[in-house]
């Protein structure tokens, strides 16, 4: 087993790592909000519970890079790496993702709180407020983007 | 397509069809009144707000007493209740219940009446319950707990705040009093914090005792009952019971009227409806005679309700011309297809009156838009078959709730189609299943129509591009539309042309690039007189916005540079077709998690055990995919309509049109010709 071996590994860990625990973050912080709301009024439940999931999908952003990299460097399939350098790039292609989506579900999860508010007390605005949280993970995209069309690409 | 032309009716009527009209008017349900406009000193208002509460009090009793009855004697349910919508009624029996809606008043009074005495109850049973719990320590005690004398002896009841035996309370208790001291002592009970002690000794020696009993933390007890202890807790088992059996007849009392459940619904929205038409009736201008009244009305609806309202009651209906003040409701009718996306507009904002309705141009970029990104044929089935289900099953949804299934009927439709495009069904399911239960060695057996996106991501990120420019294009041709619409050709020219002309050029000029081509690993060939054609229409584009986007500004310097900053707006067109990579990146998020499910379920092999876990891990998991992604997708695809599409062309600010109508909760009334 190469070093390389060592360092894809440890991108393919790191992505779904960091971006799952941004998401569990979110979605810990989102929910406890929706808990409030749903306490006053049970009939907000299903709105507050899409916009508590919202910050959800960096982890599921993450578990993709994690599975397409391990397919490559011949653990789940592919062929394995023999030189360090490849691996190195199979761990710097995983940080987008990683280090984006523990930051961006975090402050995803911000804003569903916010808007967690605002659909409690405006419930007809729900098609604004469940805008807001989604911007943020515009960026979550294009990190996961970048990952992908790396990882995809590298050997 | 489009949005409603509205008329403006004035109607002037005599007092006596007062109640006639505005009846003929709420249950047409199609027109919106307001009489804000009409003023003159000889017009005075009525006050309704009595009548008005009074209704909406008694419609609260019949919801409150609904409530009720569902707790006490639960209906069976048809299905989902999410999905039942109202029922529908004849508007006989609508007359029918109001006829006795005095004596259906009383029942629903008497329900709550029941439900404020068993409340009283299941207090009472708490309160006896702490009794008896104060009590416990006392149950030995053979005489009433207020005793305080005998004829020649005191006697003491109470409590020491710690724990103490017989031996020590003789001591503390006969303290300086002569041996053999006259004191009788005993113990009831004990724990570390309260010990309950009776003391008997002769009356001369009370205050001397009582005294001693003080000095070691003697108190009386907190909860005394003038009977021996245990005889009162008989008492009060027995009172819980009678509570207990008063609750259940006042249980089965509610239930009883549970076959008055329908008529109470009905009575509840004709008390909500006669609330409502009070509240319009109170802003209704009159005089002794006669009264006033305007309102909007769909146009191709005008002609009739004015001759059916001159025809029936001799109103006097005129159609007003529309001022420039007046704020026109918005009301938008469009084809079966694309009035499914209505709400999705309407959450950002309905048009204004004067501008173009983008749904339909909307509906069907978000039907693709949405297929892109779930895209996966099984789910796309799933969907849009549970859609057609639901339909089908309960007629009677809720406007909104119907249009969201119909549009997630298409979208069902579309993610099949991008499904089978990308092949995916299920991810890659039927390969697995083949692979582990068949012993199948083969390449895949499913192929995609088009190509996977796994395979060539890059590929399709320059397709989900290509989409995303003509979307955007759409969006500011629309605009132009509405340019050329009020007859502004330069204004045309200077911010529509101008734009395709530079973007147009920009994107030309990409294409055949090195750059383009070794990122896409595609190189395109134009014809030669393509390259020229694209230096042209960049130039001229740029030129054009660069003179004519501050065209509003006298001083040319200002002109220059406010066309210089517009041009930079080029960077904002650059972000906004990014962002569809979305449509890649979600597409791809949910194959590749169908995929993972698929791997997981088929590691227990091929055999029974293998095939029962299969089904398990196979069903829990994608029922979770789908539900992620559709979320994911409904949202993007919502974010894409909104921030990028909208961006270029939308502006919001529509009234929505809210006609005086019945305000049903539980039922909904057919007429009757």
Known sequence: MSLGMVFAVLGAALSTLFAGMGSAWGVGMAGQAAAGVVSEDPEQFAKVLLLQLLPGTQGIYGLLVTFITLSRIGILGGTAITDTHTGLMYLFACLPIAIVGLVSAYHQGRTSVACIGLVAKKPDQFGKAMLFPAMVETYAILALLISILTVTNIG | ?673
């Open chain 2, 1 to 673: 397509m489009a949005i409603v032309k509205m008329q403006k009716l004035s109607v002037c009527a005599n007092q006596k069809n007062r109640k006639a009209i505005l009846e003929t008017l709420q249950n047409l349900g199609t027109v919106e009144i307001f009489t804000d406009e009409i003023t003159d000193e000889e017009l005075h208002k009525k006050d309704t707000q009595r009548a008005r509460s009074e209704f909406e009090k008694s419609a609260e009793s019949f919801d409150k007493a609904l409530k009720l009855l569902d707790a006490y004697a639960p209906e069976e349910k048809k299905g989902l209740s999410l999905f039942m919508g109202r029922a529908a009624i004849r508007r006989s029996e609508v007359d029918r219940v109001s006829k006795k809606s005095v004596s259906l008043l009383n029942d629903a009074t008497q329900i709550l009446r029941d439900e404020k005495e068993i409340s009283e109850c299941g207090g009472n049973i708490i309160k006896d319950r702490n009794q008896i719990e104060a009590l416990l320590p006392w149950q030995s005690l053979g005489i009433p707990m207020n005793t305080e004398r005998t004829k020649t002896t005191a006697v003491f009841v109470g409590t020491l705040p710690e724990a103490i035996t017989e031996e020590q309370l003789f001591a503390a208790a006969s303290k300086e009093l002569p041996e053999p001291a006259p004191v009788s002592v005993s113990v009831l009970s004990t724990t570390h914090e309260l010990t309950c002690v009776t003391v008997v000794c002769l009356l001369r020696d009370r205050q001397k005792v009582e005294e001693n009993l003080r000095a070691i933390g003697y108190a009386r007890p907190s909860q005394m009952v003038p009977e021996v202890p245990a005889a009162a807790t008989i008492e009060l088992e027995k009172d819980i019971e009678l509570q207990e059996k008063n609750i259940e007849d006042l249980k089965a009392d509610i239930a009883s009227f549970a076959g008055e459940r329908n008529d109470f619904r009905i009575a509840a929205d004709y008390f909500r409806s006669r609330a409502e038409k009070y509240k319009v009736l109170g802003t209704i201008p009159q005089t002794k005679h006669a009264f006033f009244l305007e309102g909007w009305v769909p146009a191709d609806q005008a002609d009739r309700i004015a001759s059916l309202l001159s025809d029936n009651y001799g109103a006097l209906v005129e159609k007003e011309e529309t001022r420039e003040t007046d704020v026109e409701p918005t009301l938008l009718k469009n084809n079966r297809f694309s009035q499914a996306a209505e709400g999705v507009l309407a959450s950002y904002g309905l048009p204004q009156h004067g501008h173009v309705d983008p749904t339909f141009i909307m509906s069907i970029f978000y039907v693709i838009f949405f297929g892109m990104m779930l895209s996966d044929a099984g789910y796309g089935i799933v969907m849009f078959v549970a859609c057609a289900i639901i339909l089908k099953k309960y007629p009677a949804l809720e406007s909104g709730t119907k249009k969201m299934m119909q549009l997630f009927f298409w979208c069902g439709i579309s993610t099949t189609f991008w499904g089978l495009m990308y092949g995916g069904f299920f991810g890659d399911a039927i390969d697995v299943i083949a692979r582990t239960f068949f012993g199948y060695t083969g390449d895949g057996i499913v192929k995609a129509l088009w190509f996977e996106p796994l395979k060539s991501p890059m590929r399709l990120l320059i397709w989900c591009m290509l989409f995303g420019v003509i979307h955007l294009y759409v969006g500011l041709g629309i605009k132009g539309y509405e340019y050329l619409k009020s007859g502004d050709v330069v204004g045309f020219v200077s911010d529509i042309l101008s734009w395709y002309a530079f973007l147009t050029g920009l994107i030309l000029m990409l294409v055949p690039s090195d750059l383009f081509a070794s990122i896409a690993g595609m190189t395109f060939s134009f014809p030669a007189f393509v390259g020229p054609l694209a230096k042209i229409l960049a130039i001229g584009g740029m030129l054009i916005i660069l003179v004519m986007s501050g065209r509003g500004r006298k001083n040319w310097g200002l002109r220059i540079a406010l066309g210089a900053y517009d041009i930079y707006g080029v960077t904002g067109w650059l972000s906004d077709v990014l962002s569809y990579s979305r449509l890649l990146a979600l597409g791809l998020a949910t194959g590749v998690i169908g995929n993972v499910i698929n791997m997981m379920a088929s590691m227990f092999g091929g055999g029974p055990v293998g095939a029962i876990l299969f089904i398990v891990i196979f069903i829990l998991g994608h029922t979770l995919n789908i539900g992620i992604n559709a979320l994911g997708a409904y949202v993007h695809t919502n974010r894409l309509q909104y921030v990028e599409f909208f961006g270029k062309f939308y502006e919001a600010g529509g009234r929505p049109f809210n006609p005086f109508q019945n305000a049903n909760k539980y039922v909904e009334v057919k007429e009757e010709r």
